[in-house]
């Protein structure tokens, strides 16, 4: 995991991605998601940028509304977002003016060794754990499983959350959560973690993103 990874101004750089990362195939190119409500813009924008024999850009996947745009975001790692603002079909007709999408959520571990398990299998205890947000940065409080920036990070307008290891399910924070039962061979807690926006596009700002959290395991 790299929280302290730069955001371009065009778009979120993923979590975890890098621009050297390589497009199946096309190996060096810089990757780019195109979104316009209009074909013709889409078709355009890709001759342009993609020219017989370019070997600079890869279109990765094009959006014609925000819901669509959302959902590649999630999906594929790009370096480079070229996108309308106004997209007025489907349910976020401002486009990027929504609030809350999300980086592809990138997977981490928590390593548990030396647990001490019930041999017999009589009386198995599961591994809970508890986060709490270290960074003291105001995030919305209706956003399970988001925390706010560190105070020495740059960027603005996002957060980052922690999910189960499904990807999608928010690991909620301040509270227990129940995991897996713990094992004597040795126990992996599996999650994910993706940057979240959590303001108006407006007030999103480019620049190191840091996060922190306590966590505290018991066995129950």
């Known amino acids: ?40 813009v889409l078709m355009g924008a890709e001759m342009a940028l993609c020219p017989p024999f370019s ?6 996947a094009q959006a014609q509304s925000a819901e669509e745009l959302v959902e590649h975001l999630e999906q594929k790692p790009c370096d480079i977002l070229i996108t309308d603002y ?23 571990s928590i390593t548990l060794n030396d647990c001490e398990a019930d041999a017999s299998n009589a009386n198995i205890a599961t591994a809970t754990i ?7 940065a105001p995030v919305p409080p209706s956003v399970p499983g988001v925390f706010g920036l560190s105070p ?12 189960k290891s499904d990807g999608t399910t928010p690991v909620e924070l301040n509270t227990p959560v129940p995991l897996i039962p713990i094992s004597a061979s040795g ?13 108006p596009s407006r007030d999103v700002r480019p620049g190191i993103a840091k996060g922190a959290l306590n966590f505290t395991l018991t066995y129950r």
Request: proline share 10%; hydrophobic share 45%.
């Open 130 to 136: 508890q986060f709490e947000d270290a960074s003291a």
């Open 1 to 40: 995991m790299n929280p302290a990874q730069p955001l371009f101004s065009a778009a979120p750089l993923l979590w975890g991605d890098t621009p050297e990362t390589p497009v199946l195939g096309m190996p060096g190119r810089t990757r780019i998601i195109l979104a316009d409500d209009h074909p013709v």
């Open 152 to 163: 020495d990070s740059t960027a603005q307008g996002i957060g980052i959350q922690i999910l």
């Open 86 to 108: 106004a997209m007025p079909y489907g349910e976020f007709p401002d486009g990027l003016a929504l609030i809350g999408y999300t980086t592809t959520a990138i997977p981490f």
């Open 55 to 60: 070997q600079d850009f890869a279109i990765v």
């Open 187 to 199: 126990t992996v807690l599996d999650f994910t973690a993706r940057f979240y926006q959590t303001g």
